[in-house]
């Protein structure tokens, strides 16, 4: 049995934990977007209000106490989300997302099919966008597991051995690139407009970080329409058969369709550990993760893994 924290949070906190989270992470970029700051400054300063909010009940009520402590793995994590970001031009995953908005929002202008319904109320054009890019998004990241040629990029994001809101972050530059690259392009085939892509970029940011989240919190039957923390520790989960499922990164959706959803009754503990089993001495510190793909084949050798293994 993994070790919970001691720390029992009152039902109300358990409950509020995911709405109150998103909410203000939405009430922000509503608020930023109203008053004419750009789609990079809504994205980061909503997310940055989540990333407070995350860290905060973190330290208040962990999930599990071994991972509320560093282990050496707090500079990783700095470096991956500053350095790999400050590389691609911008910051944590929130700068990926602020360069792909604009860029989505002009291409989606001038060749997308026009197929966009625009006269729905914003909640619903959200919501799909959610679903357009989820579809795209939850095949890029089910090859990256299946397919060892892919699985070299993804395997540092399931490199660290606990699960807190900073390692959200931890990837490498051309994974992060493929995880976004599906929806992206099929939001610009359908025409998707700025405002909904921005809102979509948002709830995707705040969704990435709750989900790594070590906050103690319940979701009850939301847990069949968000990729939520309890659903995602077992996608990180060092037991093949427990980790090759819940590859939606926002919705669950996708996954309930194509037969990968995976949450065992009674057991929002989560698995019992987190990482590589087959990659015992992966790199794990920061420049040694850029090089994971192109010292791939020394790595798994190193670690005594056939060329077709994936976690
Ligand atoms: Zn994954």
């Not at 792909?100 to 006269?119: C, E, I, K, M, N």
């Not at 427990?242 to 503990?269: K, Q």
């Not at 920061?286 to 893994?305: E, L, S, Y």
Request: charged share 15%; proline share 6%; hydrophobic share 45%.
């Amino acid at each position: 049995m993994p070790a919970l924290s001691d720390r029992n949070p009152p039902a109300l906190f358990r409950w509020l934990f995911f709405p109150v989270t998103m909410a203000l992470g939405f009430t922000a970029a509503h608020h930023l977007w109203e008053s004419g700051q750009n789609t990079s400054s809504v994205i980061g300063l909503a997310s940055l209000v989540a990333i407070a909010t995350i860290a905060l009940c973190e330290r208040i009520y962990p999930h599990r106490q071994d991972w509320a402590t560093g282990k050496g793995d707090v500079p990783t994590d700095i470096a991956h989300n500053f350095v790999t970001g400050y590389a691609l031009r911008e910051w944590l995953k929130i700068g990926i997302l602020m360069s792909v908005v604009p860029f989505v929002a002009a291409l989606s202008q001038r060749y997308g099919l026009a197929l966009w319904p625009a006269s729905l109320p914003m909640p619903l054009q959200v919501a799909l966008a959610a679903v357009v890019s989820e579809s795209g998004g939850y095949w890029v990241h089910r090859i990256q597991h299946e397919r060892d040629f892919f699985w070299r990029f993804h395997a540092v994001h399931h490199s660290p051995h606990r699960i807190y809101w900073l390692n959200a972050g931890r990837d490498h530059p051309l994974g992060m690139v493929l995880d976004y690259s599906g929806g992206a392009l099929l939001l610009i085939l359908c025409g998707a407009p700025a405002e909904p892509l921005v809102y979509f970029y948002v709830f995707e940011s705040v969704m990435g970080l709750i989900q790594h989240a070590n906050v103690r919190h319940n979701m009850g039957w939301l847990d069949y329409i968000f990729s939520s923390a309890v659903l995602h520790r077992w996608h990180h989960s060092d037991r093949i058969e427990e980790a090759n499922n819940n590859y939606g990164s926002s919705l669950i959706l996708w996954d309930l369709v194509f037969g990968t959803y995976y949450n065992p009754p009674g057991r929002d503990e989560g698995p019992e550990r987190i990482g590589l089993v087959s990659l015992q001495d992966f790199p794990q510190r920061f420049w040694g993760a850029w090089t994971v793909p192109f010292r791939w084949a020394a790595i798994k050798q190193a670690n005594g893994v056939l060329p077709s293994s994936a976690n």
